[in-house]
């Protein structure tokens, strides 16, 4: 899987929005972004994943630049359970074995 | 919603002892995976599993290490022998699908202490 790279940790008020960067400059025309995120003490937990358009699901929101090479992870409203590592992965068409990076530590401050 | 079942939730074994981790992946997934978090550490790519075989294996899966499906809903992972520093978190995964687009469920994984 090409390499990722992401702030090691941000901080969020609740209830505002926040914006998870990612940089993938050697994506692949098919390598997929997916995100996931590990609450504390928990499995990681996947949250959205996209190829080349924007998407939205009852988690988050996804923003793909238009040349693939960065991502953002869009949370619309902090709450206090979203606190976790976020990890922005890139999935090829090929190998099986998705890998995890340091991720971001997201802390949301009430 | 369903959801990958792992047991034991902690296992204390000492070192130089076997053991098997347990997983019941989502019923109609056909690959399987197996992770593990030292503590404070990253995730860790163990394993992937389709079909009754490896599909892909990390640098970490050695010999020491196997995988199984035994019958048509569990799947485990040993430890032949274990040591201190195989002391971590285990989680299994499941999908539908290969690479690509495909979502991982993760279990909430298995804690294993080594004395």
């Known amino acids: 899987d090409a390499k990722t790279t992401q702030p090691n940790s941000m901080e969020s008020n609740e209830e505002e929005p926040v914006h998870l960067p990612c940089n993938h400059s050697t994506i692949s025309g098919t390598d997929y972004i997916h995100w996931y995120r590990q609450l504390p003490s928990q499995g990681p937990e996947y949250v959205i994943h996209g190829l080349t358009s924007n998407v939205n699901n009852r988690m988050a929101s996804l923003a793909i630049a238009e040349d693939r090479k960065s991502s953002t992870l869009i949370l619309h409203r902090a709450t206090l359970r979203d606190a976790a590592v976020y990890y922005c992965i890139l999935r090829d068409a090929i190998n099986n074995d998705m890998r995890f990076g340091a991720g971001t530590r997201l802390t949301v401050k009430p | 919603e369903p959801e990958v079942t792992q047991t034991p939730s902690h296992q204390v074994t000492q070192m130089g002892q076997e053991v098997i981790l347990r997983c019941v992946p989502i019923?109609?997934?056909?690959?399987f995976y197996w992770y593990r978090q030292i503590l404070g550490q990253k995730v860790e790519f163990l394993v992937s599993?389709?079909?009754?075989?490896?599909?892909?294996k990390s640098e970490i899966f050695d010999d020491q290490f196997s995988v199984e499906r035994p019958d048509g809903s569990n799947f485990t992972l040993k430890i032949r022998s274990t040591k201190l520093e195989d002391s971590a978190m285990y989680f299994c995964?499941?999908?539908?699908?290969?690479?690509?687009?495909?979502?991982?469920?993760f279990g909430a994984g298995s804690r294993l202490t080594v004395l």
């Open positions: 995964a499941s999908s539908e699908s290969g690479a690509g687009a495909n979502v991982l469920t």
């Open positions: 019923s109609n997934h056909l690959y």
């Open positions: 599993f389709y079909n009754n075989e490896i599909s892909e």
